[in-house]
């Protein structure tokens, strides 16, 4: 049974940084994408980063491009989500989500593992 819990969100200034931390358990993670979605209220979840496990490949959400980092520490089966210049529009429960098998995707129906999120709200 795969396990995914989130860390790191809080409240933060406009212009700030947190770090995302998602500790996953439960399987050998290798053949894993893994991703990051976010949700507003009153919105949809969205997707914001991914990551390949094996390899490293990245891809991010067009509205996050130069201010979130995605990465992974293999020993620690861990998968990160660095965030700068933090927005109020950034506001939104952050969930870490895994699927195997899948090269690529952004669509929330396809991961099948979800944590139970972190909240980050940014003030103005």
């Known amino acids: 049974q795969v396990q995914l819990v989130e860390s790191g969100g809080g409240l933060v200034q406009a212009g700030g940084s947190l770090r995302l931390s998602c500790a996953a358990s439960?399987?050998?993670?290798?053949?894993?994408?893994m991703a990051w979605f976010r949700q507003a209220a009153g919105k949809e979840r969205e997707f914001v980063a991914s990551?390949?496990?094996?390899?490293?490949?990245?891809i991010y959400a067009d509205s996050v491009k130069g201010r979130f980092t995605i990465s992974r520490d293999n020993a620690k089966n861990s998968v990160y989500l660095q965030i700068y210049s933090l927005k109020p529009e950034d506001t939104a429960v952050y969930y870490c989500?895994?699927?195997?098998?899948?090269?690529?995707?952004?669509?929330?129906?396809?991961?099948?593992?979800w944590g139970k999120g972190t909240l980050v709200t940014v003030s103005s």
């Open positions: 989500a895994a699927v195997v098998g899948i090269m690529t995707t952004t669509r929330p129906s396809a991961m099948d593992y």
């Open positions: 439960g399987r050998t993670f290798d053949s894993y994408y």
């Open positions: 990551i390949r496990w094996r390899g490293g490949t990245t």
